[in-house]
């Protein structure tokens, strides 16, 4: 089958259980498009051989019937996740020549349904940046384009996001603590969702703030996202944050079917100097969801304008502490030392070199809000406020609304290069509708809504209530219906 | 709230980051950019609210106090910069 690696999931799916496709058939289809993809610098370490081999595995899985539904499917995987004897540093230098002993638990899980490995995906160093531009293997190229200027993919995510939108994999993992599936997805034209926090488990994905990371799928459409989430979700004794919930059956939940539903539209997402085509796109998107027989609400989320600074005190603190472990000991980089250096002079070498700009700011910032005499300050009231931005949501859900509509991000993608000279909080503004959703452990999904006029990719977040991921996904697949996106990058790479 | 150089200096040991003296000027009016950011938070009446521990209320797990694992040297030691023995290696820390 020509172009095969152009397939969503359930189209892969249906046509390798009939017999009309092999797995070995799709995966080889993927690794020729993703050897022409190299000018995206979306994937970072291939794996072809194990890919292949998995193929074949899934193929003899396929005859033998019963199959399940990833089974055969060819997967990119960010370069956070934990894979073993394969490449896992995470975009920094501080981890290079770092090769995991063990299995993180989703890629097992999906490894386990049949999925297949076609290699390891660029991202922002430790999940730290909104342009992929702090990634210690260079810059990922958005296949869209409007000009002659490169574009970001978004991040931290953007190498998972690029390589879906170019159909160099059939879907991939991301990971989000403050936007980090949903930004991407949204710059690229994807679908992309942060599932509620504790559904997936982080058992073996390098961590960056623990109690806002959490894993998903990267994916064509929002039924693929309803699969695959669905081998990615369930407890895990390795993760005590990891809630112990049956997983529903996700696809199933699709019925396009809101008729009654209520949706909230929150006006402290009514950014002061806001794009007209975002308010028109999100303007657009609640004519559909209404058209398609919600009620649509006014709600307010007063604590909004505060959920940037509480994010960027609570996630480096967090950081700061996890990154400890990188100190030139047990794996990834040590500095060369000089003659009478002791193990501090290794540490503070070891670290300068090893990590980037971002990631030693946010390392930084997060030591500091954690000293002795600003704990309280920062860190305590940052804990406090995020308890405030929880409780408006949950107030928001207790008066009858079933899911919240915003735009994904306040802008379509930029260039790289441009927010080369921008203040670290300028960048920080990318999250800006993403954030609450990771400080509150809600499900947020990016569905792709329309094109703006220079021809680049919008997309809108759906906020779900905790643990109805099912729901959510259903609000987004009417969405996706109604806007009808099926736009695709012109190929220049 | 602004960072001064020497502030500057000990966050960054406190990090154990080496920060070279001519870049202490920069790194700290970076910070106090970000600190300024942050001081918003002063604006919110958080009195009353407790500071949040738990994204979703849950009780921490609890599991028997036995050994599941171990006997797993040559794997955990594999991707050290520097073992012998079956030790990790560092520069001598004690005269």
């Known amino acids: ?493 | 709230m602004a960072i001064d150089i020497d502030t500057a200096r000990r966050v960054a040991h406190l990090a154990r980051i080496r920060v070279e003296e001519d870049d202490l000027a920069a790194l700290a009016g970076e910070l106090s950019g970000i600190l300024n950011f942050m001081e918003q938070l002063g604006e919110v009446d958080v009195t009353g609210i407790e500071p949040m521990t738990s994204v979703t209320p849950m009780r921490l797990v609890r599991r028997a106090d036995v050994v599941t694992d171990g006997n797993i040297q040559a794997q955990i030691l594999a991707n050290a910069p520097d073992a012998r023995e079956g030790f990790f290696a560092v520069p001598k820390v004690v005269e």
């Not at chain 1, 960056?208 to 959490?214: G, H, N």
């Not at chain 1, 703006?452 to 643990?467: E, K, M, N, S």
């Open chain 1, 1 to 493: 089958m020509m172009g095969a690696n152009k397939l969503t999931i359930a189209a892969a799916r249906d046509a390798l259980r009939k017999g009309d496709l092999t797995a070995v058939d799709l995966t080889m289809a993927c690794l020729t498009a993703i050897d022409a993809g190299d000018g995206l610098g979306a994937f970072v370490h291939k794996t072809p051989e194990i890919a292949l081999e998995q193929a074949r595995a899934a193929d003899a899985r396929l005859a033998a019937g019963n199959a399940p539904s990833l089974c055969g499917i060819p997967l990119g995987i960010k370069d956070l996740f934990c894979t073993k004897g394969v490449a896992s540093q995470a975009a920094s230098n501080i981890l290079k020549g770092f090769k995991p002993e063990y299995e993180s638990t989703v890629t097992a899980q999906l490894f386990g349904a049949g999925a297949v490995m076609l290699g390891k995906l660029n991202m922002d160093e430790f999940a730290m940046g909104s342009s992929n531009e702090t990634s210690c293997y260079g810059p990922v190229v958005n296949p869209w384009r409007c000009d002659d200027r490169e574009l970001t993919p978004g991040g931290s995510s953007g190498g998972s996001a690029a390589a879906v939108a170019a159909d160099l994999c059939l879907a991939a993992t991301g990971t989000d603590t403050g936007g980090s599936i949903r930004q991407p997805a949204a710059f690229t034209g994807i679908v992309g969702i942060k599932p509620t926090y504790g559904r997936v488990s982080r058992w073996g994905i390098v961590a960056f703030a623990s109690s806002l990371d959490q894993a998903g799928p990267m994916t064509k459409t929002v039924r693929d996202a309803a699969i695959m989430l669905g081998c990615m979700a369930g407890h895990d004794p390795k993760d005590s944050t990891s809630a112990d919930l049956a997983v529903p059956d996700f696809e199933a939940a699709l019925t396009g079917d809101i008729r009654g539903r209520r949706i909230g539209i929150p006006r402290e997402y009514r950014m002061d100097g806001m794009p007209a085509e975002i308010e028109k796109l999100w303007a657009a998107g609640t004519a559909m969801l209404r058209d398609a027989g919600a009620e649509i609400v006014d709600i307010s989320l007063p604590h909004t304008k505060y959920a940037l600074p509480t994010y960027y005190v609570v996630a480096p603190a967090e950081a700061s502490s996890n990154l400890a472990r990188y100190d030139g000991v047990r794996y990834g980089h040590r500095a060369k030392l000089a003659a009478g250096d002791g193990i501090t002079e290794m540490y503070e070498k070891t670290r300068a070199e090893g990590f980037g700009a971002e990631v030693q700011r946010r390392v930084m910032i997060g030591t500091y809000v954690l000293s002795a005499g600003f704990y309280d300050a920062y860190y305590n009231r940052a804990r406090k406020v995020r308890a405030l931005i929880k409780r408006d949501f949950e107030q928001a859900f207790a008066a009858g609304v079933d899911a919240i509509l915003t735009p994904a991000t306040p802008s379509a993608a930029f260039g790289l290069g441009e927010m080369a000279n921008a203040s670290p909080v300028e960048m920080y503004l990318n999250d800006v509708f993403t954030v609450t959703v990771n400080l509150a452990g809600l499900p947020g999904i990016a569905v792709p809504v329309g094109l703006d006029a220079q021809g680049l990719p919008l997309g809108l977040q759906l906020i779900g209530r905790p643990w109805e991921e099912g729901d959510l996904l259903n609000h987004a697949y009417v969405l996706e219906r109604a806007a009808g996106f099926v736009a695709k990058p012109e190929k220049w790479w």
